[in-house]
């Protein structure tokens, strides 16, 4: 089926400017399925004029948080009325297993837009007790407003999800916003616009420009009537950003990557930690932000825990993922599958000892084997740099001390796990992780109320909860003279 996807602009399928497009290719297959509107600087100029509008004199603009939370509460619905649809969109787009977004990421996508139905009626000002103005009484009070128009960048791995972390939060504080899809899967938030649409949100407030970051990207960056970017992507594209928003005073939230550490201790429950490190670097074909690359495992059950994880990996079984036998698709483009091909071919020639997998070579699909190292040590490149495929290495470590040391001996500090029976040890070691989250006994526990978020090169700012909702207002104080 080949299908041409438009941009969706002050609420209509609209054409790019120079009628250029951009190829989609099947990962399962390499053949084209089809087109999508590859935008210019014109389009962003429309989208964001369109959204501006609606921001300071539209009928967005009259309405309250109440008002917003009605339309929230219906976009939820019409989502999960078409869950299977927009999970299948995503799926198709990178090769995934449809069973994964179906079960993880759409009903974590309908969750956070009900909570942001309660967060957009939540957003008080305070009523702050101040000195005074040259002898003469003050009321002072502050007021939650729109930080401005949002230029929303996604990347490809869970299209659909990360779009409605960021927009969740951005329309309860009643902001309106660009959104621009990875190139490789546009399909998700263009069909997420049309059902704002229906379901009564003003044309203008949600837009979505196609094409690639170096066009619509950059140029939604640069715009001067973008207030704030929030990014979801690699650190590289976010240092862009960054420094692009930084000369023009914009607001900046980046999401980017990580080398997440999962650290199992002895007295481990074996079988749990077992499953939740499998789950950490084989889901989404490891393709997670939160991926739980680096291993490391306490000395005494190191060996076991290797060869289980090497067998947990040879079971999985890989090819097309719409045979609902296959447990594994491909990797998501031809890009990342030589890019995690040539991690696994660094490992083996770094020195670190290969369990399962290794470098693939499929006939057609950029299907790559799940792979484990052992023997690794934490300053080889693949336990440093975000690899974004099914590939693990496993860290042997004596100390709880040297545990955490290693954990912390990396750029990134997204997100860790902490395996262990002992409870003391749990909130100790959690304590001194340096990681925008950490999960006990559990890997990357997704909540729509739960902050996500790094530090270090994993990012700044936090998606979710009430706070993620904050972070797209800005805080105006009042003061007014009171004479006697
Ligand atoms: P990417 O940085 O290549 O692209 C992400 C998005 O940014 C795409 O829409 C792309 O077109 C756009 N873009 C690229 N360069 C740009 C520029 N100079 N200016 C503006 N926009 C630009 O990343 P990717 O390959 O799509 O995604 C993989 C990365 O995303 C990984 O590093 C992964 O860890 C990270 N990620 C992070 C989180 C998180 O929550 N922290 C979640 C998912 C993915």
Redesign the pocket.
């Known amino acids: 089926m080949t299908q041409h996807l438009k941009h969706f602009i002050a609420g209509a399928a609209v054409e790019a400017s120079d009628g250029r497009h951009i190829d989609l290719v099947d990962p399962v297959t390499e053949q084209l399925y089809g087109s999508s509107a590859r935008g210019t600087r014109e389009d962003v100029d429309r989208a964001v004029a369109a959204a501006h509008a609606q921001l300071e004199e539209g009928a967005w603009s009259l309405l309250d948080g109440a008002q917003r939370a009605r339309l929230l509460t219906r976009l939820a619905d019409l989502v999960e009325r078409d869950s299977e649809l927009l999970a299948d969109m995503d799926a198709q787009a990178i090769g995934r297993s449809p069973m994964e977004p179906r079960r993880m990421d759409l009903p974590n996508a309908i969750a956070h837009l009900r909570a942001a139905s309660g967060w957009a009626n939540q957003l008080e000002g305070r009523t702050i007790p101040s000195g005074g103005y040259f002898g003469t009484k003050t009321l002072s009070y502050t007021v939650r407003e729109p930080v401005g128009v949002v230029g929303a960048?996604?990347?490809?791995?869970?299209p659909l999800m990360?779009t409605v972390w960021k927009l969740a939060a951005l329309l309860a504080a009643g902001c309106t916003v660009v959104i621009?899809?990875?190139?490789?899967t546009p399909q998700s938030a263009l069909h997420l616009a049309k059902l704002a649409q229906e379901a009564g949100f003003p044309d203008g407030v949600i837009n979505v420009v196609t094409?690639?970051?170096?066009e619509?990207?950059?140029a939604?960056?640069e715009h001067p009537n973008v207030a704030k970017?929030s990014?979801?992507?690699?650190?590289?594209?976010?240092r862009?950003?960054q420094r692009?928003a930084g000369v023009l005073f914009k607001r900046v939230a980046l999401?980017?990557?990580?080398k997440s550490p999962q650290i199992v201790f002895d007295d481990a429950a074996f079988e749990d930690a077992l499953f939740g490190c499998s789950l950490g670097l084989f889901a989404n074909q490891g393709?997670?932000?939160?991926?739980g690359s680096r291993i490391l495992v306490q000395r005494s059950i190191a060996e076991r825990f290797a060869a289980a994880l090497a067998e947990a990996a040879n079971s999985v079984k890989v090819g097309d993922p719409r045979q609902p036998d296959n447990q594994m698709g491909p990797v998501a483009k031809k890009a990342?599958f030589e890019r995690v091909n040539r991690y696994i071919q660094l490992g083996i020639e770094q020195g670190a000892t290969l369990l399962a997998g290794g470098v693939s070579k499929p006939e057609r699909g950029f299907f790559v084997r799940p792979t484990i190292f052992a023997n690794a040590r934490n300053d080889m490149t693949i336990a440093r740099e975000?690899i974004?495929g099914p590939v693990g290495t496993v860290i042997t470590f004596d100390t709880e001390e040297e545990a955490i040391a290693m954990a912390n001996d990396s750029t990134y500090g997204?997100a860790a796990t902490v395996w262990t029976s002992n409870l003391t040890r749990a909130h100790r070691v959690a304590a001194a992780l340096k990681a925008g989250a950490v999960g006990v006994n559990c890997w990357s526990p997704l909540d729509a109320n739960l902050p996500?978020?790094?530090v270090k090169t994993?990012?700044i700012g936090r998606?979710g909860g009430f706070g993620g909702a904050l972070a797209y207002t800005e805080e105006k104080v009042v003061t007014v003279l009171l004479p006697s």
């Not at 621009?180 to 490789?184: H, L, N, Y």
């Not at 094409?211 to 170096?214: P, R």
């Not at 990014?231 to 976010?238: K, V």
């Open positions: 960048i996604v990347p490809w791995n869970s990360i621009k899809p990875s190139e490789e094409g690639y970051g170096a619509v990207g950059r939604l960056c970017i990014f979801t992507g690699s650190p590289e594209a976010g862009e950003i692009t999401e980017l990557g990580g393709q997670v932000c939160a991926a990342q975000e974004f997204l996500w978020g790094g994993s990012g998606e």
